[in-house]
């Protein structure tokens, strides 16, 4: 795990930017969502990892147990 953060470490460092194709697709979404053009003023990676954990919660949330009445 740790050869794999490190990879992408140096990967991130070599080509920091968000590649222009993602960052348009991106504007796109945000225009149709908001029914106009926004201008973007800053765009980056996330480093964390509140997709994975968020995605946890709500297969979790499924496992409710449900007592019958």
């Given at each position: 795990m740790a050869q794999l953060e490190a990879e992408l470490a140096q990967r991130?460092?070599?080509?920091?930017?968000?590649?222009?194709?993602?960052?348009?697709?991106?504007?796109a979404a945000?225009?149709?969502f908001l029914g106009h053009r926004a201008k973007i003023k800053q765009m980056h990676y996330?480093?964390?990892?509140?997709?994975?954990?968020?995605?946890?919660?709500?297969?979790?949330?499924h496992h409710n147990i449900q007592r019958p009445r």
């Open positions: 991130r460092a070599q080509n920091p930017g968000v590649p222009e194709d993602v960052a348009i697709a991106i504007s945000v225009a149709a996330r480093t964390g990892q509140a997709w994975a954990q968020q995605g946890r919660v709500v297969v979790q949330a």
